[in-house]
């Protein structure tokens, strides 16, 4: 990548993540960005194009939660200064691999590139899912007492990563293959997703 670009990335693009809530800050994109790397390297695919998606993958949050999968792709597609690294065939997939990573999505994703960030962005840790449901549930439910924030949470990990969740994995990987069945686990014993659930919920309480 040139060195400029990734100059760009890095002053322009990734610190607007430190306005977004707590699960999803610089710390956030940095992981993705790795995540995305480590997957393409069995694949055919352009290296720096991966790189930039993964920058710009969460940047719609800057408009709005709720359609930032499509926000995010269209302030790629539109950014002026992808515009000389870029051709517009190369935005449009990246454009599209944006739009496509959003774990909600029912379709599979159009390109390489958009299974590639949908994949690195599931990231299924066990303690790193609980960590940024119990984030987000304290950023948007801040006078929830305990008990609200840990049934927020469970109903979440279950609607999203459990047995029958919405969660689609698009590349076979064993790290989120692996993840995922320690999520099911989990899921059956309360005891212990509690006990996890409220040490996240008491290290970040007042973070908020």
């Given at each position: ?129 609980i960590l ?39 590349l076979e ?36």
């Open positions: 990548m040139e060195k400029s670009l990734l100059t760009y990335l890095y002053q322009q693009i990734i610190p607007i993540y430190r306005h977004f809530d707590q699960a999803h800050q610089m710390d956030h994109v940095e992981t993705i960005i790795i995540n995305s790397l480590e997957i393409a390297k069995d694949y055919d695919v352009n290296m720096d194009m991966v790189y930039v998606i993964a920058c710009f993958h969460d940047i719609g949050i800057k408009f709005g939660r709720s359609d930032h999968h499509l926000t995010g792709g269209l302030f790629l597609y539109e950014d002026e200064e992808l515009k000389k690294y870029f051709t517009k065939e190369e935005r449009t997939i990246m454009k599209e691999a944006v739009e496509d990573h959003r774990a909600s999505n029912e379709h599979e994703p159009r390109s390489i590139y958009g299974k590639i960030i949908a994949e690195a962005d599931r990231d299924i840790d066990p303690d790193i899912v940024r449901t119990v984030q987000y549930s304290l950023k948007h439910y801040p006078k929830l007492e305990f008990e609200g924030h840990y049934q927020r949470a469970y109903d979440h990990i279950k609607e999203k990563y459990g047995p029958s969740g919405y969660l689609k994995l698009w990987t064993k790290k989120n293959r692996e993840g995922l069945n320690q999520i099911h686990q989990l899921l059956k014993n309360e005891n212990e997703i509690k006990s996890l659930i409220f040490h996240h919920y008491q290290n970040n309480k007042n973070k908020v």
